[in-house]
């Protein structure tokens, strides 16, 4: 087509978060043992109970097989040669933020996440991690005075060693799978929410995950618990240099609604992609689970997912409260050779508990983007019901796109409901638009907003702008 | 009137164009000169090159020039993208609208009218002024203000997708305006409402060029040329009677024309 040499001049757009930040870290031996396991436990000075949950975990990650069903293409990793411990530098006890490394805040501030008491978001409190550690969180007494407990997960163990003790591991058990059991193993550090019964969380909490070292993976570990008739709204971002190898992040995350909570859990991922050629790049391997325990709770998973060279996440809901609500929207871009392979699992296992799944996925250049979801139907979901509507984009002619829906029902008396579509935008809309004037990039780009548009609806407001010029950026280049 | 026309630089010409799709010719050496203030009907049988030649002007991607030359307002315009033809002036309206899912009629009106303001060195407008703007255009064409909120075309009627078409004229304020059969589909009343429409936005300054196969729209906006086209050419020109006797007496009349040069 005409427009093929601005594609070119275009694709050539910068990753804009590859930048490394130069600071000193402290990094264990590579390589995985329980002798490097107890050394994580030990720098975290953690209880016994937890280091024998990560022995537990270490146990069965190694009796099991890395799984292979998604059909995703890569190099054997070499779990030998990754790094499971990196964190910067500094002072043993931070009192405040104004004793964090000025490089650090840097390179928050770089990233568009102010963390100083001058300059910090104020609508949004946010825990920034840096590699393997938490650096920060803002807004903590402010929350405090609600309740509220917003804090790394490694403070959570030390502060509230009995929340830890009670729920972590109850949502996504350590034997659950290949990636959540190294994970269980060797998790470093993340985000630890618990909002306690009826209370409204005054702001959006926000976790950061940035990934600095080429060589470490990174292995966070989110908990958050709502308590009765509680509310949170929590958003997720994430980021890495451009490095020419891959490196592995393999995150948990539980959340717990109890009897009327609601949790809403909003990701824009945004790791490091890869080059063109498929060099470098992030292996996503995520398992994020939540469970409607009590009656009438609510989880909503929406997520918007454009980097990794590899993505594995199925963000799903247990719903075992009754009319408890599981939702989970999604828009999964990918060009170049990414792969992705996401989609979510919606369990009913309570009387009139509901799910909605709406999925958008949108291949370009030579990626793989697949949906795979289960909806199942238990013999107590007596009156549940599920609409899923998974719809397919292809932008250019070497791009694929599948969908794979799995729709299992021990209850007669529920319904399951399965839309799915593919398009392709087409020459004449893009000529349309260009023929009122629209430049050809910014055509394909509100197309694919167009498409968009019901997970956008979604997202909490200034993460449905970000996502909307992600997506944009993303996508230039890729049509021609 | 005509001699007095002109006298000013003309808006639009086509130069012995020759051009292809696949490999197949369409266009054959067309010429077509439009001056300011000029109406300009081309008639002609289904598949003689009509609306390729409408799209080629637009600069649409499926069609290579092989011959002949293009010019708007004195530059030639071969190599210009789409956009930059639109934005400086050029406006293509659609034979059959394309109807864009998602995209919010509203949105894509304001996008499309800042690029063209931009290209003006006006003032972009943000969505308060803009909303001020399309209000007042809404009346030339007599939509309802719910259109805005659809997706573009998206379940328009064959009428409302039209109507929609001018509506875009009207904020675009092109120098030159194709118009590839606005007239189909429509009944009497909304054939009246785009008609008026059109003639509201043309001033002396701008060229339209309509492309129908109908009179009754010419009985609406009377054109002061008519062209046949037949396998790729325009093979007779004349005044606004040409398209009567072409109504009487059907393009079988035409099949008897030696091309004119």
Known sequence: MVNENLVKDVVKEPYKYGFVTDIETEKIAKGLNE???????QKKEEPKYLLDFRLKAFNKWQKMKEPDWA??????I??????????????EKISSLDEVDPKLLETFDKL???????KKLTNVAVDAVFDSVSIATT???????HGVIFCSISEAVKNHSDLIEKYLGTVVPASDNYFAALNSAVFSDGSFVYIPKGVTCPMDLSSYFRINSGDSGQFERTLIIAEESSSVSYLEGCTAPMFD???LHAAVVELIALDDASIKYSTVQNWYAGDEEGIGGIFNFVTKRGKCLGKRSKISWSQVETGSAITWKYPSCLLLGEESIGEFYSV?????????????KMIHIGPKTKSTIVSKGISAGNSINSYRGLVKMGTKAKGSRNYSQCDSMLIGDQASANTFPYIKSQQPNSEIEHEASTCRISEDQLFYLQSRGIEFEEAVSMMVSGFCRDVFNQLPMEFAAEADKLLALKLEGSVG | MQSKMKESEPILEVENLSASTDNLPILKGVSLTVYPGEIHAIMGRNGCGKSTLSKIIAGHPSYNITNGDIKFLGENINSLEPEERAQSGIFLGFQYPIEIPGVSNLEFLRVSTNARRKFLNKEELDTFDFEELVKEKLEIVKMDHAFLSRSVNQGFSGGEKKRNEILQMALLEPKIAILDETDSGLDIDALRIVASGIKKISNAQTGIILITHYQRLLDE??????HVMSDGQIIKTGESDLALELEKKGYEWTDNFIKET
């Open chain 1, 35 to 41: 002798d490097i396991i107890r050394l994580i436990s």
């Open chain 1, 71 to 76: 059909g995703l293409g890569y190099k054997q």
């Open chain 1, 78 to 91: 070499d779990y030998q040669d990754i790094i499971y411990y990196s964190a910067p530098k500094q002072k």
């Open chain 1, 112 to 118: 568009g996440i102010p963390l100083t008491e001058q």
């Open chain 1, 139 to 145: 807004f903590r007494e402010e929350l405090a005075e």
């Open chain 1, 245 to 247: 190898t891959n490196t």
């Open chain 1, 332 to 344: 999964a871009l990918t060009n170049n050779l990414q792969q992705a392979d996401t989609g979510t």
């Open chain 2, 221 to 226: 906006i009377e054109p002061n040329y008519v």
